[in-house]
């Protein structure tokens, strides 16, 4: 296996659960509802994910796990910003703290334990494929699964009734209240897809990138994922591009310190940060091409006027 | 069932000042069954959390030492948040303060003089204030959301001081710990108290939030950043601009959580260490809210919250439970604090019977 395959392979491991918890936020921007709380489902998924699968020795009822722990955790948010009308921002903020209180409180025995790895789901003939092979068919089953849902997502969104409904929400719920959507339901539904999917992209950090727990595991993730949706400008395959954009990004340090380049090892553990303010910055910048893409009710509270 | 609300015609004065006492009710009564899920007696938990902490002197001044940078940050926190710009880097200003204030005792550590002291102080701010001006700058400017930016910042703050601490600031003298060398006693940060242990941040933090309190209820300024903060074009109307908003509240948080970081470098830890926050940038954010952003109810909320850390380090002596319950105990206030503040704006109606009737009704 060469060198760059051997790096590809990486960026891959550590791009997925970017992916994963962009898109879910994604869907769940695109409804109208901005959740900060993608690191604490997050964290929550790699939490879950890891003890269900210590407890049953499966990682694949982890994931399961870890989905679940993710939708429940959000239904939180949901319940105190959609019912109770509670401000966006600091709900989702205080479901982060929440969640690295919670995740390093429930699976502090498993501090140490050494888990068990999501198997390689191998293609027969395709992963036989000289370079590309190895890299796309001979993959764990989160990765495969984050591509599918992005495809699903894009033709959700822009291909079936319901995701025009979906995105009608997002752009003004006044008008699709006053159709007969279910403003309140459709939002519902889409928080719980965006903490089901960051519970899947917790699950990967603890079957897959490094399987075992460790405290606040998920580093920022969540955080950087929120800006991928604003850099993908809420268009699901630029999560892709970004995803991987960042994933090559946070690898770099492995690689500059194998390298034996003599730069301080914390000055590129910081470039993923750095990396996201540079994007946000270049995304942002361009004020009329923001306010296009963003959904127009982001962020806003809906009571059905009676 | 189904739960409604109904918008009030005006803010209820009752439910604004009992909300946050309900959910620091509904916090103690889910901590009680925390405690419980972890087979501990919840009353003997919550009283060595939340009552023993506070019946010994020393314990007092520990009290005093945790909530002042947990004020001094919130009081700059709420200005941001009632103006509607969400700094939530405090951490990393504070880190940026602690850094800055520290120039003086570390790097020319030869100087002494009572104008140390003083001179650490305005560094610190200046620190804070400057790191604070990279998102501010970012978001007035370039129109970069503040949040993400002031967020990521924190982690780069973080790793810049473990970079000092382990590389070109560490104690030459110091066995190879990652530290700096100890403050010189013209570099400490004085007790209020003689014979006590709390330092100055303390009064720092009380001054602090008189003044914000002051400017906020009395002074033009104040009702600008309220105007602002609910309708940027009601503001613009009446001649305010929003970007100097930015700037002004960003500075002035920025300025007072650094001014936390270097009181409780200067006065409690005495020298810079990798870590030198028990994550009072975030907490600080409960405690603003908490206190309804209202400077004179965070003076309150930052003992409150002070009382939740020492109170964890209480039951891991007497109960034997690790530290963990902090971070849920502070998760959950927030929530509830949150959920509580509806009752202020809305009243809050379960409908227990079908939607169907009454739209039979003729009430929708």
Known sequence: MGIFEAMLLTIITAATPLVLAAIGELVTERSGVLN????????????????????????YIGILAGIAAGALFSLLFGFLTLTLVANQVATGLALTILGLGVSSMIAEPYLGQSGIKLPQIVFPVLSDIPFLGPVLFKQDLIFYLSIALVAGVNWFLFKSRAGLKLRSVGDSHASAHALGINVIRTRYLAVMFGGASAGLAGAQLSLVYTPQWAENMSAGRGWIALALVVFASWRPWRIVAGGYLFGAVSISQLYAQAFGIGIPSQ??????????????????????MTLINTPASLGKSFVPDR | MRIELERRPGVSKLFSILSPFIALGLTLIFGGIMFMMLGKDPVAALYSFFIEPLTEIWSLHELAIKAAPLILIAVGLSVCYRSNNWNIGAEGQFIMGAIAGSILPVVFYEWQSPLVLPLMMLLGMLGGALFAGIPAFLKAHLNTNEILTSLMLVYVAQLFLDWLVRGPWRNPGGMNFPETRTFDATAILPEMIASGRAHWGFGFAIIAAILVWFMMRYTLKGFEITVLGQSQRAGRFAGFSSRKMIWFSMLLSGALAGLAGIAEVSGAIQQLRPVISPGYGFTAIIVAFLGRLNPLGIVVAGLVLALTYLGGEAVQVSLQISDKPIRVFQGLLLFFVLSCDTLIHYKIRMMWYDLSETAGKGTR
């Open chain 1, 36 to 59: 900060l709380g993608v690191e604490g489902m997050m964290v929550m998924g790699a939490a879950c994910g890891f003890i269900a699968t210590q407890a049953t020795g499966s990682p």
């Open chain 1, 267 to 288: 000055l590129l553990s910081a470039l993923p940060y750095l990396a996201t303010i540079i994007v946000l910055i270049l995304i942002s910048h361009n004020r009329r």
